[in-house]
């Protein structure tokens, strides 16, 4: 098989893990296979597509409780109600996405918009979170408003974000277990109900060659989980989560006592990078 014959294999998998609807699954692969060059390997495709919607058909139907992808999509139903253009996998990377989002966006009227690409896609399906881009069609201040909405509709349906209020920032939503259906119905969504934050992937090599992530103390009660949990040989711990505009450190030292601090900063993110950075250097892990 061809190496341009395998990326429509590895294509067709993406496309169903993304949640794309069956009509669209097989035309994206009547597209693919349209080169006549294709015509031998085109029914092995068909094939696999069928097979692999079968089979995430059989295994939505385990799923009885909400997932943040069902979130996700409640929190952009919501701002597409209220004006903003919403799209999900959309485009190859960010430069087409704003510029297609921008023109669908004066298309239908809309204030703003928001989405995440096929790029985003991929890293969120391996537990890295999806980062949202946004924009409005006044641009300046209501870009910035547009990225509070959004916000505010993720709260809304419990999905955790990070953002640092500038619109020259993508919104992050959180690691979390990708789960994103292509038949069945999401079930009922509390208000405001916390979705599932996995922890944070690292590029450290476990035993496997799989990345591997600290493990984390369960947070308090009403508490949202630390950003990154690490620890040292001699038993300290330091944990840190990410807020609007500020960074907050809880440090425990090897006798169990513990402080917490927190710092105002224009990016928490990348500050926290820069902190961990530091901490791994003097033995954390």
Known sequence: MSDDAGRIFDHVKTLVRAGTTKKELFDSVKAMCADPKYDAVAPKVRGYAAKLWTEAESVEHWWKDVSTNDRIDAAFEDLTKRGIFTAQNFTCCSTCGHA??????SAAGARGYVFYHQQDTERGMHGGGLMLAYGS????????????????????????????????????????????????ARPP?????????????????????????????PPAPGEPPPAITLRHPDGRAWSAWTEFNMLRIRIQDSDGDTVERKRACRDPRAELDGLVAELRADGFS
């Open 189 to 217: 969504i509390p208000l405001g109900t916390r979705g599932k934050v996995l922890p944070r992937p690292t590029w450290d090599e476990g035993a496997e060659g799989e990345a591997t992530a600290p493990a984390e103390p």
């Open 137 to 184: 069609r006044e641009g300046g201040p209501a870009t910035e408003g547009v990225g509070r909405e959004i916000c505010d509709a993720l709260d809304r349906f419990g999905v955790p974000w990070t953002w640092n209020g500038s619109s020259d920032t993508r919104i992050e939503i959180q690691p979390f277990e990708w789960r994103k259906r292509c038949v069945s």
């Open 100 to 105: 297609e989002a921008w023109d669908t966006m």
